[in-house]
């Protein structure tokens, strides 16, 4: 599979715990995308690299929330000390270029849900 | 004012009649527009883009765009019941940085009746 992968696919955890999720982007795409969906709504924007560099974060992206993308390929996502309103679906793209015309490609998302 | 605005639906349409999913969007400077389908529980996939004024046909889909009344559409010809799901619109800026975020709409639900 040359998608864009995800991990976990799911994860449960209780109000207060860190947790960590991770997005592997289809090879050799150099842009790395965070979004953030709730029920019912839109995709919303988290944050972006270009290969390692954090390009932008959205002000949705509160200091409990971090990532990075080391070497410019896989990235991570942490949430620290999660809220039960951190429970949303984590969606990761890449593309390849910064052209207008280049999409961006979504994984599956990781779905979390804080007790 | 939102930035991407859709009706949420839900548009129930007849199997085989024509689908018209409708998104305005705010900032002028916007210059690339994507619709993405979103099956239940499921990431969104890309149905359609397009960055001119006019039509775009793909298949049974076609995208309109008018940049100067900021209005984006989807039209779905010969509605299966596959196509049941909720319809996001997307636009992107090209901003600093070159490939800018995309902006969504709450998307439209549609549902094909058998």
Known sequence: ?115 | QKEVEQNSGPLSVPEGAIASLNCTYSDRGSQSFFWYRQYSGKSPELIMSIYSNGDKEDGRFTAQLNKASQYVSLLIRDSQPSDSATYLCAVRVWGNFGNEKLTFGTGTRLTIIP
């Open chain 1, 1 to 115: 599979d040359t998608g864009v992968s995800q991990d976990p696919r799911h994860k449960i955890t209780k109000r207060g715990q860190n947790v960590t999720f991770r997005c592997d982007p289809i090879s050799e795409h150099n842009r790395l995308y965070w979004y953030r969906q709730t029920l019912g709504q839109g995709p919303e924007f988290l944050t972006y690299f270009q290969n390692e560099a954090q390009l932008e974060k959205s002000r949705l992206l509160s200091d409990r929330f971090s990532a990075e993308r080391p070497k410019g390929s896989f990235s991570t996502l942490e949430i620290q000390r999660t809220e039960q309103g951190d429970s949303a679906m984590y969606l990761c793209a890449s593309s390849p270029k910064g052209l207008a015309e280049e999409t961006q490609y979504f994984g599956p998302g990781t779905r979390l849900l804080v007790l």
